[in-house]
């Protein structure tokens, strides 16, 4: 009988059950797919996990993190929500520039993330227009698709081979799956980064283009 494809939670215990020819794991696949998110959130910087939100700054210049961020690509801070947005640069929160190597009366110049907060320096408020990655939501049982699993299913299924085997103390197949997914995790990357390039490169255009208009007589 010809397995399912992968498309979901259920599909993908299935083909993992029916890989390591056992239908008695099923309270462990949670913390197998668990574990194999967790991998892959510290290994992917990929278009799909990037996503933006508004945070709105308390009297001290800070600002929870939101709870799904794993890295920040780009934050910019308004004063008012009419002012021109300043984009601000990352500095470690024990860095000269943070703690005393800016404008104490100026506009915010750097942002550090420490305690769970962002914080601006010089503190201010306002609010700060974030692009970061976020983690890959967390397929379960209750929530069985994500992104991810359509995009490269290939991932979770090697991934979660490898974590069964290693909870069955078979560690040369553990191993061997590890490889495999290891071996895909790169080329998803790869094909990830080549698409990155490909959107810098229709930005520009569009930017060329929009400048030749510009110049354009009336």
């Known amino acids: ?11 993908l215990v299935l083909n993992v059950s029916d890989y390591i020819a056992r239908n008695d794991l099923e309270d462990y696949y949670p913390t197998f797919i ?3 998110e967790n991998r892959l959130n510290s290994a992917l910087k990929v278009p799909g996990m990037e996503t933006e939100t508004t945070l709105t700054l308390s009297a001290d210049g800070t600002v929870s993190t939101p709870s799904a961020y794993v890295e920040w690509i780009l ?10 947005a300043q ?16 404008r ?7 942002y550090t993330v420490a305690g769970n907060k962002i914080r601006l320096a010089p503190a201010r408020t306002g609010t700060i227009e974030t692009v970061f990655y976020q983690r890959v939501p967390p397929l379960t ?10 995009k490269a299913p290939q991932l979770y299924l090697y991934g979660v081979l490898a974590e069964a085997y290693s909870f069955q103390k078979d560690e040369a197949r553990s191993a061997e799956w590890g490889k495999a997914a290891d071996e895909r995790l790169k080329l998803f990357i790869e094909e ?22 510009a110049k354009a007589p009336n």
Request: charged share 25%; hydrophobic share 35%.
């Open 1 to 11: 009988m010809a397995l399912p494809p992968i498309t979901d939670y259920d599909s």
């Open 34 to 36: 668990q574990l194999t």
């Open 75 to 84: 934050v910019s801070w308004r004063s008012t929500p009419t002012a021109r």
């Open 87 to 102: 984009r601000l640069r990352y500095v470690e929160a024990n860095s000269p520039e943070f703690t005393h190597r800016h």
């Open 104 to 110: 104490p009366n100026g506009s915010a110049q750097y």
């Open 141 to 150: 049982s209750a929530d069985p698709t994500n992104w991810l699993i359509t």
């Open 192 to 213: 990830s980064s080549a698409a990155k390039v490909g959107r810098r490169a229709e930005r520009n255009a569009e930017i060329e283009a929009e400048v030749i208009a």
